[in-house]
């Protein structure tokens, strides 16, 4: 077989680890020789739709280069976000977000971890979530899956940057042109979806079996938002898990008239069997998610059909290599998935990578937060109730560290309520 003509001659690098090796050797000896060290600018084919993308800290690295892990870093923000930072040595940083609660307990196993995954290549990134996970004796849990789930983040982020290309690239690309989200209503936005509280915003505990005054208020409330709205805004009601049973029954049916898109957590998961139970009792779709962990949580969730839409939270069920397994699971049952989000920039941004390239994404929660006190660059402009997609590599996003350096500080304490009327410890 005829070789290339740069194979023979050995004009040209066969590789990129080739191009490196013969750039080191003209780098020394222009050194050596005194003379200035030549910037050398290597041209690539580009996709058209990412022309404009610059490589973010990755320029001069590629997936044939070897890359090392050599650090992770934590940060506890006084808002009580915890982020993680994993650095390598070839410059390129990826960041991601952990449990909210326990914030100190998240950003100190975090670094537990870094026995293990310091002199290690990065972008062997399901490797190493089956190693995280797999590594200890217990598993599973709020805490043990936070620490799974921010450094997960980080690995893809590092990933997509090594190629060059968003998340959503490496899992076979967009499934859609842009990312429906909900949060404040804003006409100029087209913003149209909301979620609200059956108790107003406020937080007036709720007695274990309430009488009819109390529903008919929660009733009138909702009554009255819609009237004001109109029937082409989506309206969720979380009952925020802190609803017990019989009085969810009794609002899940006495709210039907006025047309909630969803009810969310209207009861604790840690009993699915009456999640289920009450599901069977109203056409209202029930949602759940944000207090379930891994592949395994949401399996008897789908299995007793105890909820339609599916809430994971990228930060702590088990990043983004576990949200897109959820979402296949949930595919299964024809059930979309709505990712839970009260967090920072990272929790949005890796949730976006998973709503470009899942085919059952209904809606992003929280979706209009821009985090500018946190990013050193904008998020795309929401229009017509969505977001672009996000085309830099990696998450999508730039951490400004020094603005995120700036909000470090003793997260707040556990918010424990109580009844007014008994003193006894309430949910919130």
Same mark, same amino acid.
């Given at each position: 077989?005829?070789?290339? =003509?740069?194979?023979?001659?050995? &004009? ?32 690539? %084919? ?17 997936? #044939?280069?070897?890359?090392? $892990? ?19 040595? =070839? ?37 190493h979530w089956q190693a995280i996970h797999r590594g200890a004796f217990y ?21 997509? #940057? ?18 429906? $989200? ?6 100029? #936005? ?9 108790n107003g915003g406020s937080r007036q505990p709720f007695k274990y079996v ?10 009138? !409330?909702?009554? =009255?938002? !819609?009237? #004001? ?15 017990q049973p019989p009085t969810a029954a009794l609002l899940i049916k006495a709210?039907? %008239? ?28 029930? =949602? ?83 985090? &500018? ?6 998020? %795309? ?30 997260? !707040?304490?556990? !918010?424990?309520?109580?009844? %007014? ?8």
């Amino acid at each position: 077989m005829k070789k290339s =003509a740069s194979n023979e001659t050995g &004009s040209q690098p066969r590789t990129r680890r080739d191009f490196f090796k013969t750039t080191g050797q003209v780098m020394a000896a222009s050194a050596i020789a005194g003379g200035a060290i030549p910037y050398i600018h290597v041209k690539e %084919p580009v996709n058209p739709e990412f022309s404009h993308v610059e490589r973010t800290d990755a320029a001069m690295t590629g997936p #044939k280069d070897n890359i090392k $892990v050599t650090g992770i870093e934590t940060f506890v923000l006084k808002n009580t976000w915890v982020f993680v930072k994993v650095t390598t040595d =070839a410059g390129i940083t990826g960041w991601g977000e952990m449990l909210k609660d326990d914030a100190k307990a998240c950003a100190a196993g975090a670094l537990e971890v870094k026995d293990y995954l310091v002199g290690k290549d990065p972008t062997r990134v399901a490797h190493h979530w089956q190693a995280i996970h797999r590594g200890a004796f217990y598993r599973g849990g709020p805490i043990k899956t936070a620490i799974l789930s921010g450094i997960d983040q980080a690995l893809w982020d590092i990933t997509g #940057k090594v190629f060059g290309v968003p998340v959503y690239r490496l899992f076979g690309g967009p499934t859609r042109d842009r990312i429906r $989200v909900y949060g404040t209503l804003d006409p100029e #936005k087209g913003i149209n979806a909301i979620k609200v509280g059956p108790n107003g915003g406020s937080r007036q505990p709720f007695k274990y079996v309430e009488g009819q005054k109390f529903i008919d208020e929660v009733v009138e !409330r909702f009554k =009255a938002l !819609r009237d #004001k709205v109109g029937d082409s805004v989506d309206i969720g009601v979380d009952f925020h898990g802190a609803v017990q049973p019989p009085t969810a029954a009794l609002l899940i049916k006495a709210l039907e %008239p006025f047309n909630p898109w969803f009810y969310e957590e209207v009861v604790q998961a840690l009993n699915v069997d009456v999640m289920a139970e009450l599901a069977r009792k109203t056409h209202i779709p029930l =949602a759940t998610g944000e207090r379930i962990f891994t592949k395994w949580g949401f399996r008897e969730i789908l299995e007793k059909r105890a909820a339609t839409i599916l809430q994971p939270d990228v930060c702590y069920a088990g990043g983004i290599s576990e949200l897109r397994l959820i979402a296949g699971m949930a595919e299964a049952y024809y059930s979309p998935v709505a990712p839970h989000n009260p967090q920072g920039p990272c929790s949005l941004a890796a949730s976006y990578q998973i709503a470009a390239c899942i085919p059952n994404f209904l809606i992003q929660e929280r979706g209009d937060n821009e985090y &500018s006190d946190l990013l050193a660059k904008p998020l %795309p402009v929401i229009k017509d109730g969505h977001r672009p997609l996000l085309t830099d590599p990696g998450l999508g996003i730039t951490i400004d560290e020094e603005k995120l350096r700036a909000q470090v500080g003793e997260p !707040r304490p556990y !918010r424990v309520q109580y009844d %007014p009327d008994d003193g006894s410890v309430i949910d919130w």
